[in-house]
């Protein structure tokens, strides 16, 4: 038996958690019988504690988690002036640039190549047909 499983079966054993056929197993075992008095040894070398908790050690510790509990995250109080004067530095900084006239004119080159055509149109059919069979339900459709 590999050592690992035998200390394990052990450990399982000293805590009467194991099953009925492990334990015929480990009984069959010769190395079994060293490591039990190994464990035996190990487990009469430990004294015993006579300590007891504290009478309040289990209300300090539930205080001390409701106080890391607390949320760092702002009351809406806070929040809904912060994210109004956002939403009005927004408007204003996308009507300035949209009155903006610009000194360069914008020019626009012609190519001489369509970026639509027929067989990017043929592509796109078949990346749909294919995101549809993937998903399974043709009702869900992925934007892309």
Known sequence: MKTKKLEKWLLLEQSGELSPRHQRLLDACPEAQAGREELNALCASIPESGAEPSPWAATKIAARLRKERRSILLPSRVWKPILAMAACLTLLVSTLDFNQTSSTPVTVMKSGMDV?????????????????????????????
Do not use: R, T
Not at 121 to 128: F, G, K
């Open 116 to 144: 639509w055509n027929e067989q990017f149109e043929e592509d796109l059919i078949e990346l749909e047909s294919l995101i549809l069979a993937i998903s399974g339900d043709p009702i869900d459709i992925m934007e892309m």
